[in-house]
């Protein structure tokens, strides 16, 4: 089957420390510390709204995951070990999303998680996988100003992302003045206070900042301030499908994107967001992400076949997916590199494994739990996807408690 060749080719994880645990992990003394691991199998956990607001956001992550679970097994599995999951639904709330991983972590004794989207979601599970020990795989771009050693954060922080684009729209751009809009919540709040910080650093000015609860589809008001501020720059933090009427009656509106008059840059819209609001009312706009669909090499070409081979020609691909991706990959290196499923070894092998085979390109896991990657800026086309015009040269080192930003 050419799709099994081509796993085995492309997919093959070059992170994995030495031939010979590979050789001999079927029969690798594993301590499972009570964990839901038995001879054939090993049990993780997914966690992502797959209802509500964040539905149209986070269920790429899922298709992801799923992919990339299947993949291993396909290759073998991890330790000689076939994963099975445990999906559960965060429903888009996030007294949910806690309630959710206590099950996954005490009643179902997952050997790891990869799941949530929002912050929001992030900072409510995170006090039960710091008190129960787990592992979470966190795959969404973030503000940053957070560490812990029970999650890897496989999407980008503030410094990767927030500083790097507002760097690349002030120069190419020549902004001096932006309007900050976001939906009502720790990110893009978080984020925007990091964004003025550095605008006002540049000598630059805000000229408005304005903030909606998830789910809002009523922006007239605030696109009436835009046009009447005229920022350089719209900076747009809307999420989940809000998006879909910002987008929309922004261009009602009579704010046309491809216009030189308008630049909006967004660090919130993927692939994903863009298959509900239509690219004929995005085309034009700017983002700053790590990942986009259109990326051109080798890794990205084979992850995209494989990923519409599984879930149909019309799949679109975004940032988060990508990442979300990552998670199972990244935790079966660390796996194999400790030659145990046991949280404590795991944690202990991740900084320094590396993925080769990354759709995005080379990432590697740093010692705070972040990816080194780069930062590229997208521009949306009609057709919903992203041109890539520009990207980092190099990777760039995670930073999540950059100073003067906290």
């Known amino acids: 089957m050419i799709f099994q060749k081509s796993i085995s080719r492309v ?12 050789m001999n992990s079927t029969f690798a003394e594993v301590n499972t510390t009570g964990l839901a691991v038995t001879d054939d199998t090993v049990t993780v956990g997914i966690l992502h709204s797959v209802t509500g607001t964040m539905a149209i956001s986070e269920t790429g992550s899922v298709q992801a995951e799923k992919l ?3 993949q291993i097994n396909e290759m073998g599995g991890v330790l000689g070990r076939q994963i099975e999951y445990i999906q559960e ?17 005490v009643n179902d004794k997952v050997a ?37 050693p029970n999650v890897i954060y496989t999407g980008q922080e503030a410094t990767q992302q927030i500083l790097a684009g507002i760097d690349w729209v ?8 932006f309007y900050l809009l976001g939906s009502d919540y720790i990110w893009p709040r978080t984020s925007n206070k990091i964004a003025r910080k550095h605008i ?9 900042e304005e903030y909606y609860p998830l789910g809002h589809t009523q922006f007239n008001s605030v696109i009436n301030k835009i046009k009447l501020k005229k920022p350089d720059v719209i900076y747009a933090i809307v999420v989940g499908g809000s998006n879909v009427a910002f987008y929309k009656q922004l261009k009602a509106a009579g704010i046309d994107l491809t216009d030189d008059k308008y630049t909006l840059l967004t660090i919130s819209v993927t692939e994903d967001e863009i298959l509900g609001i239509g690219g004929e009312n995005i085309e034009g706009a700017y983002a700053a992400m790590k990942y986009f669909q259109s990326l ?12 519409k081979e599984e879930y149909g020609e019309d799949i679109v691909i975004g940032d988060v997916t990508q990442a979300a991706y990552l998670g199972p990959w990244l935790w079966k290196a660390a796996v194999e590199k400790a030659g145990s499923f046991d949280i404590d070894k795991v944690r202990a092998a991740s900084p320094g494994i590396e993925l080769t085979t990354a759709p995005e390109g080379y990432v590697k896991v740093h010692e705070n739990h972040h990816l080194w990657s780069k930062t590229r800026i997208g521009l949306a086309k009609r057709d919903g996807q992203y041109d890539v015009i520009y990207e980092t040269e190099g990777l760039m080192e995670p930073d999540p408690f950059p100073k003067g930003y906290q």
């Open 170 to 177: 002030a120069k190419e751009k020549d902004a001096k003045t």
């Open 112 to 148: 790891a998680v990869f799941g949530c989207w929002t912050s929001a979601s992030r900072k409510a599970v995170l006090p039960v996988f710091e008190q129960y020990n787990g592992m979470l795989y966190y795959p969404t771009f973030y503000e940053g100003l957070e560490q812990s």
């Open 200 to 208: 006002e650093k540049l000598g630059l000015k805000v000229v408005g």
């Open 89 to 105: 639904d965060g429903a888009s709330d996030w007294p949910t999303f806690a309630e959710k991983s206590k099950k996954l972590l």
């Open 11 to 22: 997919f093959k994880l070059t992170a994995i420390a030495g031939l010979a645990l590979g």
């Open 296 to 307: 051109d090499n080798p890794n990205n070409k084979s992850f995209v076949e494989a990923f």
């Open 68 to 70: 990339a679970i299947k």
